[in-house]
């Protein structure tokens, strides 16, 4: 099956053509193309993502992008069905997605299908290599979510049969490490800005508390890190605040964020008898995290999935994966904006 997909949700416009093989326990797929049109440059100065604004863009990028996508008006005849997000993301955002993919559904008279951007960071695990698998089995698998707007924790019995065991309870790890960043004064988004100064400093020089780490549930919370980064920037003597005392800051909130992934997602591993563990989301490209989460992972014998860094942010791609396993499964999401879907 050809998929052509669309995202749409949040300030990255993408449009990919996939081919899906196989069944629901063992799919395939082949990337025939990948566009991604990144709307970073317009939000910085705004220091965040403003939704109307992301709209337009996406009104702009979206001709453009499918005609990148597509070699010729061929590819697109040939595809079987158009996939576009339906949700969670931003309100206008999905709309513009939907209804340019029903437009183009209309005009070449191909089936629209669609598909859950949580799905697809989730499933994002089948573009990961999996070649370097330490056993054949994958699951049961505990699979970590980090990105702008979840932090989620799932319990994966089967490729189908999928649990949530937590979540934040506040704000998401990703926009923690942009509202640190937005303290500091680095541009957004402040997740990359944050790993790069903290490669820079000492992560042992503040201990910012580690939140709900020893509580037995498999929630989060990161707002309350959050403003103790807040207090202590605060605090500091202006004169004390060098390059050296910003790195040192970095470093010291992104250990704290770390960790309580890392313990959270470990213990499950655990108590789940995980085969895997995978990562994925924008926050999967911090390679701190990366880092600790393999090390456990190779303590429990566990497989470690983390996909290529370009299929950790939004994309596509992604997109496609999450439709197939649906269309698979016969299980459609309704052709309209779904802001607050969730698994
Ligand atoms: O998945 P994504 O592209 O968009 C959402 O669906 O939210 O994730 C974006 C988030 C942003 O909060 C960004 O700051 C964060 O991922 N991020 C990082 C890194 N790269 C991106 N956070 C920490 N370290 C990174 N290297
Ligand atoms: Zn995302």
């Given at each position: 099956m050809r998929i052509l997909a669309i995202e749409t949700s949040c300030d990255e416009t993408a449009i990919a053509l996939v081919e899906a093989t196989g069944g629901v326990k063992n799919p395939k797929f082949k990337i025939i193309s990948e566009v991604v049109?990144?709307?970073?440059?317009?939000h910085r100065p705004w220091g965040g993502v403003v939704p109307m604004l992301a709209k337009r863009e996406h009104e702009k990028n979206l001709p453009v992008?499918?005609?990148?996508?597509l070699?010729?008006?061929?590819?697109?005849?040939?595809?079987?069905?158009?996939?576009?997000t339906v949700g969670p993301g931003l309100d206008p955002c999905l709309w513009t997605g939907i209804e340019f993919a029903k437009n183009l559904s209309k005009k070449t008279k191909k089936p629209l299908i669609g598909a859950s951007h949580l799905e697809g960071h989730l499933y994002s695990f089948l573009l990961a290599n999996r070649k370097k698998s330490k056993s054949k089995k994958i699951f049961p698998a505990i699979a970590l979510m980090v990105s702008g707007g979840h932090t989620i924790l799932l319990y994966i019995e089967s490729m189908t049969k999928i649990k949530k065991i937590g979540e934040t309870r506040d704000d998401a790890v990703g926009e923690a490490f942009d509202k640190v960043a937005k303290m500091m004064k680095l541009p957004y988004p402040?997740?990359?800005?944050?790993?790069?100064?903290?490669?820079?400093g000492n992560s042992e020089t503040v201990n910012f508390p580690r939140p709900m780490i020893y509580h037995k549930n498999y929630d989060f919370s990161f707002s309350g890190l959050k403003t103790s980064v807040l207090y202590y920037l605060r605090d500091l003597n202006k004169k004390a605040f060098s390059p050296k005392t910003k790195a040192d800051v970095a470093a010291s909130f992104q250990r704290a964020a770390v960790d309580v992934l890392v313990a959270k997602t470990t213990r499950a591993a655990k108590e789940f008898k995980a085969k895997s563990i995978m990562l994925s989301g924008g926050v999967a490209a911090n390679q701190a995290l990366r880092k600790a989460l393999a090390a456990e992972s190779r303590k429990l014998k566990a497989n470690f999935f983390v996909p290529d860094f370009k299929y950790n942010t939004d994309n596509a791609v992604m997109i496609a994966v999450a439709a197939y396993m649906r269309k698979l499964q016969k299980k459609k999401l309704q052709l309209k904006s779904q802001p607050n879907l969730n698994f």
């Open positions: 049109a990144s709307q970073i440059k317009t992008v499918l005609k990148k996508s070699k010729n008006e061929k590819a697109l005849s040939k595809s079987d069905v158009i996939a576009v402040g997740g990359p800005e944050i790993e790069k100064l903290a490669s820079k």
